[in-house]
Structure formats: structure tokens, C-alpha cells
């Protein structure tokens, strides 16, 4: 089936880049990125660039590029949907807050009335990909949506989950390790499958591009990343251990990194993993090892999200306890909010959780990041502290203007500008006695200390 019209339901994080590159390398298809949330999408059309919902290196170039010509941005959905030949679902998939599988499983809710809203509209075959990430056997439940809702339309299911990394998602899409494209073992399931095949060989080389069954495309995703979120939960347990017994843990993590069979990718110590995705599919792995009653295996991936946030909790009392033991001036200055550098998304950041440990206790904070405006801080801690006053919380957006009036820095994000700081100026200015608190690890303690801070890492000397 060859394909002229794409629509992209969800202008998210992961539709709009992806449908963005799309659009780049196949200029002879028309995409449609199609979204309910009007302002969003008017960020989208936006002549600033600057203004684009999602920030991501590079991503302002290619929608410039694409914008107009064969990308568009749309709030009519019902339209897009019936003249597309192929559709993908990228809308959220959050942990279901009630019911059945309540704090593990995902709510498919979102995926179902994309399915249901599809089957209505649609009067033409259409190829259905899913691209949100979901728990095993989902397309099974998109087919029964829609067989049951429309039976004159050939729908074909695909699997093509996305392997990005915020904050280096244009090269992870113009570069991929892999596309992995998963669908029925029939005639008309495979021909959906080169249908995707062609559009991503494209740019991506053939060999790049796996093709699997449904079942393991979707499985696939949600194993990636537990075993991402393993690496870092496994090396930030070590870190504990390293502070008390005297080791470094940058010393430890390099020694193991130069092991080939291990290499030293999500080794570096942090106070814990964020994002989408992670703690969302790895809680949604264990509900699917429980269901099939594997306990063991489920309590197994569930100790990487105990261990997350138990990193978060023992960074957050080594601050109230230097405070307390100190009798220093209960305010602290948070530098970066985003769950990692070069991205303004901050769903499950460690700041958010390390903030509410300081409020609980007292403490103020005041907050500064460079893709992070003032009212989504406030959204995202109204939404984990019970009665949360913004008073409490001040946005800064020169964060040094008034140095003076802490004793204490927090670094939360590695956001490269704070790494070029200069920090002799900045202790120089700085009420005493001063500390940094380093959430990830990015400074050099050894000048630090010279300078005259209090350097307080995670498993470092």
C-alpha cells in the first residue's frame, strides 16, 4: 500500500519530533499532526520557533523545514483521520489511578478512544500504528475496538514504539539503533509492514529496521527501558555504598564502564531517574508479571523504583540534616527542574520530589531553569504536596543576582550552563558557610573544594 497521507494523533513529546523527521525525509507524504489541546497546537503554527511545546536540540530546524510544505499541525481530528491512509496513536499512556492494576498498570484510555474515534470516522482501509508505549497484547484490544465499532474497514495493527531519548531525540530519530516495526503474520499484516518499512528506509538503512510479531514489538519497549532504568537504579545503590566505606563512586563507575561487556552508558550517579517513561513502564512490566502470577519476577523490577526513590529521600536529608545540624537559614537554591538536560519536560523529575521533601520540612526553595517556565513548577508541585502554597517557592530567573541570600545550592539538573559557571565568583558571594549539593554529579569536587565549598556529591570523596 503505498502511502500519501499520514495523521499523527498526539503533538506531544513523542508525535510532534517524530512526525516532524517523517515529514523531513519523505516530503511526497502529506503528515498531519492532530492534537484536541488548541493551544498546543497553536504553539505548534507558531511563527517564534522559540515557542514550540517541546523543546529539543535541533527540532526548531526541521519544523521550519517540514512546516507548511508537507507537515501540518491541526485541531480537526475527524478530518485528518478520514483522508489518512496510515494512523498513529501517540497519545499518553499514564499509570491507572484506580481500578483494576491501580498504581502499576497502564490506562489504556486514552489509546481506546483514539481506536473507538477512528472506527467512527473511518470510510477507507487504514494501516493503525501504535507509537504510545503500551503493555503486551494492546493491539488485540485495538482490534476488537474496531472491528466492533466498524466492519467495513480493513484495519491493519502495527507496533512501532519509539526508542528516544529527551534532550537527544532529533538524533535518535535521524540515527536510530533501531526501528522496530512489529505486526500480523498474514499477507495483509506484512504488506502493512513495508508500508511503515518503506517510509522509515527512507533515511534508515534496511539493516537498522527489525521486524517482529505484535507481541514482541510491544514487549520490547517496556524491557528496554527497565533495563535502561536497572543500570542507573543498580549504580546509585552503589553509590551509597561507596559513601560508606570510603570509595568514589566516579572511580567505581569508570572501572566497570571499561568492561566491554557491560560499556559505560546509564552508569552515572544522580539522584534518581524521571521522565515519561521509565517508572511508568517498569510499574506496568510488574503488573504483567503479577497477573501471570510471576511474584518473583515482579518484586525483582519493582526494587529499581524502590531504590529511585529511596535516592531522592537520602539527597533530600542530607540537605535538612546539614540545615538542622548547622542552624543555617532553612532556604536552598534548586538549580534545574527538568528531569535532564536539554529538554523542558519534567513528568517524574527528582526535583519535584526532592522540592517536596524540602517543603514538608519547612524549607524554602527558590528555583531556577532554563526551559522550565514558573507555572509548570507550580503545576507539578500542586500536584505531589498536599496544600501546597506558592509562596513557598520562588522562581528565579537570574539565579545569582542575589547569591548572597543562600547557603546552599542544589544542582538537579546537568544542564551544561552550570557546569560553565564560575564558581569562584559565585563563592565569593555566597553567604558562609557554603554548600553545593551536586544531585548529578557534574561538578569537579577536587576544584570545588579548593574553591572553599562544601562539596556534598552522591558517592564521591
Known amino acids: 500500500m503505498k502511502i500519501e497521507n499520514i495523521c499523527c494523533i498526539g503533538a506531544g513529546y513523542v508525535g510532534g519530533p517524530t512526525m516532524s523527521i517523517i515529514a523531513q525525509k519523505n516530503p511526497h507524504i502529506n503528515v498531519n499532526v492532530v492534537d484536541m489541546n488548541a493551544d498546543k497546537i497553536k504553539a505548534w503554527n507558531s511563527k517564534n520557533l522559540k515557542n ?121 530519530l535521524e540515527i536510530p539503533d533501531r526501528v522496530l516495526i512489529g505486526g500480523d503474520n498474514t499477507i495483509e499484516g506484512k504488506r502493512a509492514v513495508n508500508s511503515l518499512v518503506e517510509i ?23 524491557t528496554a527501558n527497565a533495563f535502561l532504568a536497572q543500570r542507573i537504579s543498580s549504580i546509585n545503590s552503589l553509590s551509597e555504598l561507596c559513601e560508606a566505606t570510603g570509595a568514589d563512586i566516579e572511580e567505581v563507575s569508570k572501572a566497570i564502564g571499561m568492561d566491554s561487556r557491560i560499556g559505560s552508558s546509564f552508569l552515572k550517579t544522580s539522584v534518581g531517574f524521571g521522565g515519561s517513561c521509565f517508572q511508568k513502564d517498569i510499574l506496568n512490566l510488574v503488573y504483567i508479571a503479577r497477573s501471570e502470577g510471576l511474584d518473583k519476577v515482579a518484586d525483582y ?55 517536596n521533601n524540602l517543603l514538608n520540612n519547612n524549607i524554602k526553595i527558590d528555583v531556577y531553569d532554563p526551559k522550565v517556565a514558573e507555572h509548570q513548577i507550580n503545576f507539578d508541585l500542586s500536584n505531589v504536596t498536599p496544600n501546597y502554597e506558592k509562596s513557598s517557592v520562588k522562581f528565579v530567573e537570574q539565579p545569582f543576582l542575589n547569591i548572597s541570600e543562600y547557603n546552599i545550592i542544589a544542582l538537579m539538573t546537568e544542564w551544561d550552563e552550570f557546569k560553565a559557571f564560575d564558581w569562584d565568583i559565585i563563592y565569593k558571594k555566597i553567604k558562609k558557610p557554603a554548600y553545593i549539593f551536586d544531585g548529578r554529579n557534574i561538578l569537579d569536587s577536587i576544584n570545588i573544594k579548593k574553591i572553599g565549598f562544601n562539596y556534598i556529591g552522591l558517592g564521591r570523596k
Open 200 to 222: 522509515y528506509s527512507s533515511w534508515v538503512p534496511k539493516e537498522n529496521i527489525l521486524t517482529t510479531n505484535l507481541w514482541s514489538s510491544e514487549l520490547s519497549k517496556l
Open 301 to 355: 523490577w519493582e526494587q529499581i523504583l524502590i531504590i529511585n526513590q529511596h535516592q531522592r529521600d537520602r539527597f533530600s536529608k542530607k540537605i535538612i540534616d546539614v540545615i538542622r545540624k548547622k542552624n543555617l537559614e532553612p532556604k536552598v537554591l534548586l538549580l534545574g527542574w527538568a528531569f535532564k538536560k536539554d529538554t523542558n519536560d519534567t513528568r517524574e523529575s527528582a526535583a519535584i520530589y526532592v522540592a
Open 52 to 172: 514550540l511545546p517541546v523543546y529539543e536540540p535541533g527540532l526548531s530546524k526541521v519544523v521550519k523545514e517540514a512546516r507548511g510544505r508537507n507537515l501540518f499541525f491541526s485541531t480537526d481530528v475527524n478530518k485528518h483521520i478520514e483522508q489518512s491512509d496510515m494512523i498513529f496513536i501517540s497519545v499518553n499512556t499514564p499509570t491507572k489511578m484506580s481500578g483494576k492494576g491501580k498504581g502499576y498498570a497502564a490506562d489504556l484510555k486514552y489509546v481506546e478512544a483514539c481506536a473507538k474515534q477512528i472506527a467512527e470516522v473511518s470510510k477507507s482501509n487504514k494501516i493503525i500504528v501504535e507509537k504510545s508505549t503500551v503493555p503486551v497484547r494492546t493491539s488485540e484490544k485495538i482490534k476488537e475496538i474496531l472491528m466492533s465499532n466498524n466492519i467495513d474497514v480493513d484495519f491493519q495493527i502495527l507496533s512501532n514504539p519509539e526508542f528516544l531519548a529527551e534532550g537527544t531525540a532529533m538524533r535518535d
